[in-house]
C-alpha cells in the first residue's frame, strides 16, 4: 500500500469470536498496546490496554473481573461496558485490560476514528499507536539495559522435562511461557511424548500437570501410565488383565495421582482449557494430547479450528509463565506454519525401525538439535537412544562412536552458537564448530580429521567466551579439546577433565563433604560478604517450611526411640568390584607427602579389548538435596508395616532382599554387611524407594517384610533451597577455580555434617541423624541407579564405590553413552587409564 493511501475498513469482531480469543485479545492489549473493536448486535465496546484509560488502574474504582469469569460472561460485560460502565478485566488481582464503550470520550478510539482510520486489522484490533488523540502518554518502552537486567537475573530457564536424557539435553527441556508442539503422523507415536513429560512431572517431580485429552479418555491414559511404569503390554491392559504387580502400581499411583489432573471428552475446547488451568495451584505443566489435522464435527481441536486453538493455548502458556505441550498428529510443514508454535518437535521413522528421529526446532532460529528415541509401543513409552547417530555394528560388535568423547562434547557444547541462537563467536571459529557437528552427524571420519588442525587452532586459541551457562560449557571443552591435542602431541595420557590451572575440578576433587572435620566455631553463621554462606542457606531453607521441621532433638531424647538405631552404615554406599575382577591396595604418597593406599584393578582377557573409564559423578551430595524423603517432624513408633507408605518417610527395619545378579553390587551396598542376629536391617526412606522401583520393574521378586518401623510425614522438598543455592554458586565458582572454589567447597562441607555432629561437645544448629543418612543415602541409590541403567544399557561396570565413583571397561575414550560428560551437577567427569595401572584416586 503506498504511503497516504487510505487503507479498507474492516468487520469488526462480533462476541462470539471475541470470547474464544479473549486470552489472545488481552496479551495483544497487555504487550503490544493493541485496541479491539467488539459488537453483539448494536453493542459496541473497545477491548483497550490500561495506558488507554488509566482510572482503571484504580482498585474498586471499576467493576473487575478475572479472565476466566470475563470470558464466559462476555456478553453481559459488553452490554454493560457499552451503556458506559467500564470493565475491568484482571489477571488473578492485576489489572490487564478494560472493556469501554466505543463511543466514550475517554481518549480511546470512538467506532467513527476507527472506521475513518481503517486501523481495524483483519482480525478487528485496532493498533492504539494510529491514535493521534490519546491523552495518556506514550507507549511502554524498555531499554536494552532493563532487557538485560531481566536476563540476567532471571536465572536458569529451564522447565519440565520429558525423562529422556537425549531429548532434555536436545531440548534443554519444556520452557516456562511457551508453546510446544510435537509432530508426528498417527502411529508415530507423538502422544507418547505428552505422557513421558506428565508422568515425568507428576510422578517424579511431584509437580502439577494438567492433561488436556481431546481424543484419548482418562482410561486409557491411566492404562498407559501403568504400561510405561510396569512395563506391562497396553493391549492386555485394555482388556482389564493386570497381574498382581499391575495391580499394586495402579494402587499406588492412585494415591500419588493428586498431582496428575486429566480434562477429557469429546467437546473440549482450547478456551475449556484455558478456563481450567488458571485455577489450578502450583500449575507446572499443561499437556493437550491432541490436536486432530483433519476436520471432526465432534472434536473442536481439528481442522480449520486448530490455528485458533493453537493462537489461544499460546497465549495461555505466557499468561500463566507454564509450559503448554501440544500434541498434533500431522507434520505437514504447511499446518505446522498455521499453528505457530514458540518450539517444534517432530518425530520422524529412520531406516532402523527400532528408532524414531526427533527434531527440535524453534520459531526464530530454526532446527536447533535433534535426538533419537526407541518406540516401545508395546509398553506405551518411549525410551532414550541418545542425541548422535546410530553407529552400525562391524562384525557382529557395536562400533565405536564416531569421534572421540571430547569431539562429541565440543560439538554439542558450540551447538547454541552454530545453530544462530546466540551470538559472539568470530564467524570463522562459528564455521569450524558448525563443521565438526555436520561431520559428526554425517557420519564422515575423513572430514573429522581434516578439521583436526583447525579444532587444535581455536582450541589453543579460544575467543572471548560470554559469562553465561552455553559460554562457560563451550569454554571447558575447548580447553579439554587444547589439552587433548597437546598430549597427543607429546605422547602423554589424556583426560577428559582439564586441571585446576583452568579452573576446574581438579582429579581428586569433588562436591562431597569426606574428609573436613568439624572444628569449633564451624556451627556459626558465615561472615558478611563470604564466597557461600552455605549454613546460612541450609538453616534459612529448613526455617521457610510449611511444615515446621524440628532441627534439633533434645541431648535427653537421644538415647531412646529410633536415634540409637541410626548408623553411618545406613549410608548405603557401595564398596564392589567385579568378582571376576582382582583389585589389590597399593601404597601411593601424596604431593604433600601424605602416605595413601590406591586401588589397582587387574581384569581378565575374557573382558575383551578395552580400557578403564573411571566415571567421577559431581556434587552427589549436594545434589541429592533437590528431592531427599525424610520426615521433617520427630519419628513416631508406627511398628511393623504391611507396606510402604509413600506419605511416610523415616527408617524401616527390613529383611536382607536377595540379589542374584554378579554384574551389580547389592542396592543396600554396605547395609547388608551388618545385619541383626536375624538377618535383619535398618533403613531409610531412600532405599526402601529403591527397592520398591526394582521390584516393580521385575529386577526384584518382592518387597522385602517391613519388620518395625519409626516414620513421619513424609516431604520431599526440605533442602531443595539449599540444592538451588549450592548449584548455583557452584556453576560461577567452578570457573572460578582457587581458594574461592575451596572455599564454596569447605563451606557445603561443613554445613552437611553440621546435620548430624558426632561429637558431644561440637555445638550446631542441627541434631538430625535421620536427616544426615537419608540425604548420604539418596546419593547412593542415585549412584547406584545411574551405574545400573549403564549396566541395562550393556555396559560393563568393574567396580562401584562411594557416592560418587565407578569403572566401567570401555573402547578407549569412549563413555557410557548414558552419563553425561559436564561440569554440573548431575553430569561426571571421565578419564581412561590402561588395565593395571594404578587408579589415581580412592579411598585413603
Avoid at 504400561?227 to 493386570?242: F, I, M, N, V
Avoid at 520459531?363 to 513409552?381: E, Q, W
Avoid at 536375624?678 to 527397592?691: A, S
Amino acid at each position: 500500500m503506498s504511503q497516504g493511501q487510505k487503507p479498507p475498513a474492516e468487520t469488526a469482531m462480533n462476541a462470539t469470536e471475541a470470547g474464544n480469543k479473549l486470552f489472545a485479545l488481552v496479551k495483544r492489549a497487555e504487550t503490544d498496546g493493541v485496541s479491539t473493536l467488539i459488537h453483539k448486535r448494536d453493542e459496541r465496546v473497545l477491548l483497550v490496554p490500561l495506558d488507554r484509560f488509566p482510572a482503571a488502574r484504580k482498585p474498586g474504582a471499576f467493576p473487575s473481573h478475572v479472565l476466566s469469569a470475563a470470558q464466559k460472561d462476555l456478553g453481559d460485560l459488553i452490554t454493560r461496558a457499552a451503556k458506559g460502565q467500564p470493565q475491568v478485566l484482571r489477571r488473578n488481582t492485576t489489572p490487564v485490560a478494560v472493556l469501554l464503550s466505543a463511543g466514550t470520550d475517554s481518549g480511546v478510539l470512538s467506532s467513527d476514528t476507527v472506521a475513518q482510520t481503517g486501523a481495524a486489522s483483519a482480525g478487528g484490533a485496532v493498533n492504539s499507536q494510529g491514535n493521534q488523540e490519546r491523552s495518556s502518554g506514550p507507549r511502554r518502552l524498555a531499554t536494552l539495559g532493563d532487557a538485560m537486567g531481566s536476563v540476567l537475573t532471571s536465572g536458569p530457564a529451564g522447565g519440565p522435562t520429558f525423562g529422556l536424557p537425549g531429548l532434555d539435553a536436545a531440548t534443554g527441556g519444556l520452557q516456562p511461557g511457551k508453546l510446544t508442539l510435537v509432530a508426528a503422523r498417527p502411529s508415530v507415536g507423538g502422544s507418547l511424548l505428552g505422557l513421558a513429560a506428565a508422568r515425568r512431572t507428576a510422578l517424579v517431580d511431584h509437580d502439577m500437570v494438567l492433561y488436556a485429552a481431546s481424543g484419548p479418555n482418562r482410561d486409557d491414559i491411566f492404562r498407559r501410565i501403568i504400561s510405561a511404569e510396569t512395563g506391562g503390554d497396553y493391549p492386555r491392559l485394555k482388556q482389564g488383565r493386570l497381574t498382581e504387580h499391575e495391580q499394586q502400581v495402579a494402587h499406588e499411583l492412585v494415591q500419588a495421582g493428586d498431582l496428575l489432573m486429566i480434562d477429557d471428552g469429546s467437546d473440549l475446547t482450547a478456551v475449556d482449557i484455558a478456563e481450567t488451568a488458571p485455577h489450578m495451584e502450583g500449575l507446572a505443566l499443561v499437556v493437550v494430547d491432541r490436536l486432530q489435522a483433519a476436520h471432526s464435527a465432534r472434536l473442536p481441536l481439528s481442522g480449520d479450528r486448530l490455528p485458533d486453538a493453537s493462537q489461544l493455548l499460546a497465549s495461555l502458556a505466557r499468561i500463566l509463565h507454564v509450559p503448554v505441550l501440544a500434541i498434533v498428529d500431522s507434520d505437514d510443514p504447511s499446518l505446522l506454519g498455521l499453528l505457530d508454535a514458540d518450539v517444534t518437535l517432530t518425530l520422524s521413522p529412520t531406516e532402523d525401525p527400532a528408532k524414531v528421529r526427533v527434531t527440535v526446532a524453534e520459531r526464530d532460529f530454526g532446527t536447533i538439535g535433534s535426538a533419537y528415541l526407541s518406540p516401545d509401543l508395546l509398553h506405551a513409552r518411549f525410551l532414550d537412544a541418545g542425541s548422535a547417530p546410530a553407529v552400525p555394528a562391524v562384525g557382529g560388535q557395536p562400533a565405536r562412536p564416531l569421534g572421540s568423547a571430547i569431539e562429541r562434547e565440543l560439538a554439542e557444547a558450540a551447538l547454541p552458537y552454530t545453530s544462530g541462537a546466540r551470538q559472539g563467536l568470530p564467524a570463522a571459529v562459528t564455521h569450524v564448530l558448525a563443521a565438526l557437528r555436520t561431520a559428526l552427524a554425517n557420519g564422515d571420519q575423513d572430514a573429522i580429521d581434516e578439521l583436526g588442525p583447525s579444532l587444535a587452532e581455536v582450541a589453543a586459541a579460544p575467543p572471548q567466551l560470554p559469562d553465561t551457562d552455553e559460554g562457560r560449557r563451550l569454554a571447558v571443552a575447548l580447553n579439554a579439546y587444547n589439552t587433548t591435542a597437546a598430549a597427543d602431541a607429546t605422547g602423554q595420557p589424556v583426560a577428559v577433565e582439564s586441571t585446576e590451572g583452568s579452573g576446574h575440578v581438579p582429579d581428586d576433587e569433588d562436591d562431597t563433604d569426606e574428609g573436613v572435620e568439624l572444628q569449633p566455631g564451624d556451627e556459626e553463621d558465615e561472615p558478611e560478604g563470604a564466597v557461600f554462606p552455605a549454613l546460612k542457606i541450609l538453616k534459612n531453607a529448613v526455617a521457610r517450611s510449611k511444615m515446621h521441621p524440628i532441627p534439633v532433638i533434645g541431648i535427653e531424647a537421644r538415647e531412646s526411640g529410633p536415634w540409637p538405631l541410626i548408623s553411618e552404615h545406613m549410608d548405603g554406599e557401595p564398596r564392589w568390584v567385579h568378582p571376576d575382577v582382582t583389585s589389590t591396595r597399593v601404597p601411593f604418597i601424596r604431593e604433600n607427602g601424605k602416605r595413601v593406599r590406591r586401588d589397582q584393578l587387574d581384569v581378565p582377557d575374557a573382558f575383551g579389548a578395552g580400557v578403564l573409564c573411571l566415571i567421577d559423578r559431581n556434587g552427589s551430595y549436594p545434589s541429592a538435596c533437590s528431592a531427599v524423603p525424610l520426615a521433617p517432624n520427630k519419628l513416631l513408633h508406627t511398628g511393623p508395616l504391611e507396606a510402604f507408605d509413600k506419605a511416610s518417610a523415616g527408617i524401616y527395619l527390613i529383611d536382607i532382599p536377595e540379589w542374584t545378579r554378579t554384574d551389580m553390587p547389592h542396592p543396600l551396598g554396605r547395609i547388608i554387611d551388618r545385619p541383626d542376629e536375624q538377618g535383619r536391617v535398618w533403613v531409610t526412606t531412600p532405599h526402601i524407594k529403591q527397592l520398591a522401583r526394582l521390584v516393580r520393574e521385575d529386577h526384584l521378586a518382592a518387597m522385602p517384610a517391613i519388620h518395625d518401623s519409626w516414620t513421619g510425614k513424609a516431604n520431599e522438598s526440605l533442602f531443595k533451597p539449599f540444592y538451588e543455592a549450592t548449584r548455583k554458586a557452584r556453576t560461577e565458582l567452578i570457573q572460578t577455580g582457587g581458594e574461592p572454589y575451596k572455599d564454596y567447597k569447605t563451606r557445603l562441607s561443613i554445613a552437611l555434617r553440621l546435620l548430624w555432629p558426632k561429637r558431644q561437645e561440637q555445638r550446631s544448629p542441627f541434631w538430625r541423624p535421620d536427616w544426615r543418612m537419608s540425604m548420604v543415602a539418596e546419593a547412593s541409590v542415585r549412584h547406584w541407579m545411574a551405574a545400573f541403567k549403564a549396566v541395562q544399557d550393556g555396559h560393563t561396570l568393574i567396580a562401584l564405590r562411594n557416592v560418587d565413583a565407578a569403572v566401567f571397561w570401555t573402547p578407549p575414550d569412549t563413555p557410557p553413552d548414558t552419563y553425561r560428560i559436564g561440569t554440573g551437577f548431575g553430569e561426571v567427569k571421565a578419564k581412561f587409564i590402561q588395565p593395571g595401572e594404578m587408579i589415581p584416586e580412592g579411598d585413603d
